[in-house]
């Protein structure tokens, strides 16, 4: 609680008190999980820079007993397109984000810390920390205790927000600007297809596509070495609208057949139906003119066919 009302009321805690932090941590540690979880969140919903309070917390050791995933983060370097280490970097992004990204903006980059390797180009890659990352947020956000909701919104967040939308801006400076004509002929406009864009939209979820863009701004404001491109955003949104403006299939329930039709056909409700009712949606993402009765009555054919056969 002192750590957070100094961040934020905006006061310094005077040296004897903070000693006592230090010297009484065994008593913070038999304090409620709940207890520990609220202060947190005050302290990142309620203060101009969360950051000061997580420092302090790292200075008076509390960090290292409830959240010590991120001390793991200090003295982590990254690639050359980045100014700060990883501890800095998170920081940063933590204190630039809107309240409905502060968790996932200050563990988007945690997975780091696990896939951090040397490539065969001598350079430091991180391949995988978004998946890497969601499934470590998970495991602290349970251990916070967190509404399943939170934590599902948080982590699909992290899980996500690698994604790349080349801008006219980036084409230039790397020098393949006329790849936009083959693009259109395709129905590719900005190196996405239409199917891709379905697919982005089913991944990330139609409610939480503005809070994705918003924490991608955020990573990349908190970089000034960043080669981001705003425009990115900016154009993927209208592909976006434009996507969604015609006939959209991105879930189950889109499908033009039902549970109901299955069941007509023999196939009993389960984990064979579910499996079938996937499929048939990742078809009709990439070819939406499939989404009638006949053709997925032909398309259930041919997959328990191939079942049996397997």
């Not at 960090?63 to 001390?71: A, C, D, Q, T």
């Not at 700060?84 to 933590?94: A, Q, R």
């Not at 990439?286 to 053709?295: E, G, R, Y």
Request: proline content about 3%; aromatic content about 6%.
């Amino acid at each position: 609680k002192a750590c957070r009302l100094s961040c934020e009321l905006e006061f310094e805690i005077e040296k004897k008190p903070f000693k006592a932090i230090k010297t009484t941590l065994d008593i913070a540690n038999i304090i409620s999980t709940e207890r520990i979880r609220d202060e947190f969140l005050k302290m990142l919903y309620h203060s101009i820079k969360p950051s000061i309070g997580i420092e302090l917390m790292r200075k008076s050791g509390l960090l290292e007993l409830f959240l010590p995933e991120i001390l793991e983060e200090i003295g982590v370097t990254q690639p050359e397109f980045h100014e700060d280490d990883l501890y800095t970097h998170s920081l940063k992004v933590l204190d630039l984000a809107e309240d409905s990204i502060k968790l996932a903006g200050l563990f988007h980059d945690i997975g780091k810390i696990k896939t951090k390797k040397i490539g065969r180009d001598g350079k430091i890659h991180f391949y995988g920390h978004d998946v890497e990352g969601a499934q470590m947020t998970n495991k602290i956000l349970k251990r916070l205790k967190l509404p399943k909701n939170e934590i599902y919104k948080v982590t699909n967040l992290i899980r996500w927000h690698m994604f790349f939308y080349p801008s006219n801006q980036w084409r230039k400076e790397y020098g393949i600007e006329n790849i936009s004509r083959i693009e259109e002929k395709k129905g590719m406009l900005g190196g996405w297809s239409d199917s891709a864009i379905r697919r982005f939209i089913k991944n990330v979820g139609e409610e939480q596509i503005e809070d994705l863009f918003k924490l991608r701004l955020a990573d990349a404001t908190s970089n000034p070495k960043s080669i981001f491109d705003k425009n990115e955003i900016t154009l993927l949104q209208k592909r976006i609208s434009d996507v969604k403006a015609s006939d959209m299939v991105i879930k189950i329930s889109d499908l033009a057949i039902k549970g109901n039709d299955l069941k007509a056909i023999g196939i009993k409700s389960g984990p064979q139906m579910g499996m079938i009712l996937r499929n048939l949606l990742e078809i009709v993402i990439d070819d939406p003119l499939m989404n009638t009765k006949d053709a997925l009555t032909k398309e259930i054919k041919k997959i328990l066919t191939q079942k049996i056969n397997i």
